[in-house]
């Protein structure tokens, strides 16, 4: 079960950064970004593979910058990629802030 507290401080890292379904800007801190992350991958379908520009086109809905957003997604371990082709990782799968922060001290 998720703390609510933690549920509620990224429901408020959302409201600062989204404008209805529009982000505003990328969030700086690492924390705030994988908040942002987690909300726009959702924004893709489980089991369904996608082009790079399928991809662009959907990240485009939320941002102009889809080139850093679809990097971003691969470095936090969302999305994978493979020959040119893009899938969201199930969330059991999505690393903690905890991990992502070990592996790029690494």
Same mark, same amino acid.
């Given at each position: 079960? *998720?703390? !609510? @507290?933690? $549920?509620?401080? $990224?429901?408020?890292?959302? @409201? ?5 379904? *529009?982000?505003?800007?990328?969030? =700086?801190? *690492?924390?705030?970004?994988?908040? !942002?992350?987690?909300?726009?991958? *959702?924004?893709?379908?489980?089991? !369904? ?5 399928? !991809? ?10 889809? =080139? ?22 199930? =969330?059991?799968?999505? @690393?903690?802030?905890? $991990? ?7």
């Amino acid at each position: 079960m *998720r703390n !609510v @507290k933690i $549920e509620a401080w $990224e429901e408020k890292v959302l @409201k600062n950064y989204l404008d209805g379904t *529009r982000l505003i800007k990328i969030p =700086a801190s *690492r924390k705030k970004r994988l908040v !942002v992350l987690r909300w726009l991958i *959702r924004k893709f379908e489980q089991e !369904v593979t996608y082009t790079e520009r399928q !991809v662009n086109e959907i990240i485009g809905r939320h941002h102009c910058d889809h =080139a850093t957003l679809r990097r971003e997604l691969i470095g936090y371990q969302l999305m994978e990629r493979e020959n040119g082709f893009y899938w969201r990782l199930p =969330a059991c799968l999505w @690393k903690s802030e905890t $991990e992502i922060m070990r592996q790029i001290e690494l």
